[in-house]
């Protein structure tokens, strides 16, 4: 089971950026998705997530209303939609499946993606 997140690069704030989370080997239809991201020297961090039972999406406070998660079946592809980007907003993201209670905790998912690196700048 193999996870690839892509999409980053270096957007000035304002900007708009779509990261792309795509799997080798497994429908992504069948499993929840998370984004995450992590900052140098923070935390890892949930950013937005998709429950596979229901179609659901959460997103943290920090996102809200600027970040929009979607499925595309067809193209069995996750993205994250990330407009009016921040500084803040700098940090490599993660996605990763897995079935889950609680699509927003890192800890409960065992499938990773390597990581794409976002830049946003002032």
């Known amino acids: 089971v193999q996870l690839q997140a892509s999409g980053g690069g270096l957007v000035q704030s304002g900007g708009s950026l779509r990261l792309s989370c795509a799997p080798s080997g497994f429908t992504l239809d069948y499993y929840d998705i998370g984004w995450f991201r992590q900052a140098p020297g923070k935390e890892r961090e949930g950013v937005s997530c998709?429950?596979?039972?229901?179609?659901?999406?959460y997103y943290s406070d920090s996102v809200k209303g600027r970040f929009t998660i979607s499925r595309d079946r067809a193209k069995n592809t996750v993205y994250l939609e990330m407009n009016h980007v921040k500084p803040e907003d700098t940090a490599i993201y993660y996605c990763?499946?897995?079935?889950?209670?609680?699509?927003?905790?890192?800890?409960?998912?065992?499938?990773w993606g390597q990581g794409t690196l976002v830049t946003i700048s002032s």
């Open positions: 990763a499946s897995d079935f889950v209670r609680d699509c927003m905790d890192a800890t409960e998912y065992s499938y």
């Open positions: 998709i429950k596979s039972s229901d179609g659901s999406t």
